[in-house]
């Protein structure tokens, strides 16, 4: 293992421990709220841009970012309402140990899903090579395995046809503010 790998495995026994410490019901309910924000963003971040753009009159060309930001963070706010809801009415059966366990399973889950999409932000800001050598990269045991967990995620749930379309709307952005002479 080399220090990449230590790192990963650090930040999951940390999310695997806060899993087991906050339960299953907390870390599902943290889960779904992650999924269905970016997946709701993917699919509806267009309504909330229309929004900010009528009642707000915000425009421009960061408007998709802002409004893609936005329902994220809508989503995961009203997810996790529902969460605690929930979770105050599942206390009362006691759930113990294995609300501890299942916690845990789902803690790491999370875990790697949250490092997947780090890495993948990382790529899309063209810094991950530069912060991680190519070469610490190959060497490493798990770090091929968690960069690809998130984009299988997306595949699953048909949100990597929205991330192109993102991607052509940058490079079209790009293009009007930096025109070919």
Known sequence: MNIVD?????LLVISV???????????????????????AAFHFSDVTA???????GVGGKYLKIIA?????????????????IL???????MLGLLNSLAGAVFGLVKGILMLSLFIMFLGYL?????LISPEKQKEARFYDEIKSFAPYVFHRFDIDEKINDLEIWEKEEQ???????
């Open 126 to 130: 063209k810094v991950e090579d530069k």
């Open 87 to 93: 979770e105050k009415v599942l206390e009362t059966i």
């Open 175 to 181: 293009k009007k503010t930096n025109p070919v002479i």
């Open 17 to 39: 421990f806060n899993g087991y410490r906050k339960g299953f019901v907390h870390e599902f309910t943290a889960l779904a709220a992650l999924f269905i924000g970016i997946y």
């Open 6 to 10: 230590i790192i990963l495995v650090i």
């Open 50 to 56: 229309e929004f900010i753009n009528e009642f707000l």
């Open 68 to 84: 893609f930001i936005l329902t994220v963070v809508l989503v995961i706010v009203l997810v996790s309402i529902v969460g605690k």
